[in-house]
């Protein structure tokens, strides 16, 4: 299994540009969750959906953020226009259902937006 | 609401002594509670859960940790650490919102291991 697949896994930005980050959940997984680690605030949750549909997404820091699940397989975290303070490392797991408490992360976008 | 308290952001032993990562939750109900741990620029791995079944639970690279009720602890330890044990760890525990399991994580504890 290749586990959680994100990319890129590094992104260097301008202020303003947009930015669009990708995830492929482990096959057969039906969650699939945002998180966003900083060093000031940890881990936070950004969003999370289940059947590829939206169940919560009030993590979410701003409307310059959004998310999509088009497919089981794909997701995107959107941010435009991107801000120096968007710079973190987001990372995105799935689990094999919302009920199911183990989630797998991957490996982390790590953003910088100068 | 869960919480949970990890109460040391760094510890530091030398290769070959005993690990102790502690960590203490608040908890209206038995919780599931797990440890993850994150190397320098990786994603965070499963390190071992609880779910109330035994109170010792068994990971891996060594590592094992206990559930204390009493005490509302679950610290992470191994007998003997090993360079490659260097990582940030993350203290876990699960809460039922909204119909799916929460997840929610400690500050962190940087463990630094010396030769």
């Known amino acids: 299994d290749a586990g959680v697949i994100q990319s890129p896994r590094h992104e260097v930005t301008e202020m303003g540009q947009e930015v669009t980050l990708r995830c492929k959940p482990i096959s057969g997984h039906n969650s699939l969750f945002w998180y966003r680690q900083t060093m000031m605030r940890g881990l936070e949750l950004l969003i999370y959906f289940n059947n590829n549909v939206p169940i919560d997404d009030s993590g979410m820091p701003e409307d310059r953020f959004s998310a999509k699940m088009p497919n089981a397989s794909f997701s995107t975290l959107k941010i435009q226009p991107s801000e120096p303070r968007d710079s973190a490392v987001y990372f995105c797991a799935s689990s094999f259902s919302l009920s199911g408490e183990t989630q797998y992360f991957g490996p982390g976008t790590r953003l910088l937006v100068l | 609401a869960q919480s949970v308290t990890q109460l040391d952001s760094h510890v530091s032993v030398s290769e070959g002594t005993p690990v102790l990562l502690r960590c203490n939750y608040s908890?209206?109900?038995?919780?599931?509670l797990f440890w993850y741990v994150q190397h320098p620029n990786k994603g965070l791995q499963l390190l071992l859960k609880y779910t109330s079944a035994a109170t010792l639970v068994k990971g891996i690279n060594g590592f094992e940790a206990e559930f204390k009720k009493s005490e509302t602890s679950f610290h992470l330890t191994k007998p003997s650490a090993h360079m490659s044990d260097a990582a940030e760890y993350f203290c876990?525990?699960?809460?039922?919102?909204?119909?799916?399991?929460?997840?929610?994580f400690g500050a962190g504890t940087r463990l630094a291991v010396h030769p």
């Open positions: 908890s209206s109900y038995s919780p599931s």
């Open positions: 876990v525990v699960s809460e039922i919102a909204g119909g799916y399991n929460k997840l929610i």
